[in-house]
């Protein structure tokens, strides 16, 4: 058993990790009411958006836009992964690392073994996450996730966007979690490019423009020019927030989790250390006992 002044300094010790995980816990809980408010509120916007881009796109058209719905053979792969820049935060980054480790060996094995699939890391705990599953990695951006905005989440989104119409990448996927509340979230595998036509593509362009009850003006190709650009940037900047929001959440729900834990092993070392007193106050006085007796006799 560990002596008194062993188990004191380890009381102090976790009573000190216990502030840092409960001071953690408030910062988290506040970045998420903020994230949470902003993915919310984001997210009816960008599911009209994209409603109108999918039947915009279902549209035989020769403009250069309408090439984002364009389907072919997926040679060329890309996967883009939003993570975060820092730990703490539970199962969130582990969670995508094994996803990509998963895509890697079983879903493109033959693409990457052709060295056809590239694969971008946003964030740097993904990063070292998949270094050290030996996955080959193409370009690494961390800075994107430093102060999240749509002006520069947009312009690395164009970017793709370019290199899909030029026919560098014949498919291009999102791995990121999509936020659900403050404790959950899910671990979310999108397909950003080519955009996915649902069956609404199969019907007549009157029914499709009376569902979505769409008046196009000043025509279809003009709109199209403007709001398919646009609504696939939205999709890209709603999968930031998602992430930032799921992230806090993690975070905050893993403190949540420390802190109880070390409220736990406080009592428990307590516990041990008045046991151990009252031992050695026991064996004080029973020394004390003999000395007496051994004098007296």
């Known amino acids: 058993m560990a002596n008194l002044k062993e188990l004191r300094n380890r009381i102090a010790s976790v009573k000190s990790t216990q502030q840092v995980t409960r001071a953690m816990k408030m910062v988290s809980a506040a970045k998420l009411r903020k994230a949470q408010d902003a993915i919310i509120q984001f997210r009816p916007y960008a599911g009209k958006l994209q409603e109108i881009m999918v039947a915009l796109s279902t549209e035989n058209s020769e403009c250069n836009h309408n090439c984002f719905s364009d389907v072919r053979e997926p040679q060329k792969i890309l996967i883009v992964a939003i993570g975060s820049n820092r730990g703490l935060c539970g199962g969130f980054n582990a969670n995508i690392t094994r996803k990509i480790f998963e895509m890697v060996e079983n879903k493109y094995a033959r693409q990457y073994n052709n ?169 004080e006085i029973l020394e004390i006992v003999s000395g007496a007796n051994a004098l007296g006799s």
């Open 115 to 283: 060295k056809s699939l590239d694969i971008i890391i946003l964030g740097k705990k993904i990063e070292d996450g998949v270094k050290a599953k030996k996955i080959r990695i193409s370009k690494t951006n961390h800075d994107l996730l430093g102060e999240i905005s749509f002006i520069n989440t947009s312009r690395f989104a164009e970017m793709i966007m370019d290199e899909f119409i030029e026919k560098k990448y014949d498919k291009v996927e999102l791995v990121y979690n999509r936020f659900k509340n403050s404790i959950t979230h899910y671990l979310t595998v999108e397909q950003f490019l080519p955009i996915e036509l649902p069956e609404l593509a199969g019907t007549s362009e009157q029914m499709r423009n009376e569902q979505l009850n769409t008046i196009f003006e000043p025509s279809k190709e003009e709109v199209m020019k403007m709001v398919i650009p646009k609504s696939l940037k939205t999709q890209f900047y709603k999968a930031f927030l998602d992430s930032a929001a799921s992230e806090h959440g993690a975070r905050m729900t893993a403190m949540h989790k420390a802190t109880d834990n070390a409220g736990d092993l406080i009592k428990a070392l307590n516990l041990t250390y008045n046991k151990a007193r009252q031992s050695s106050i026991t064996n």
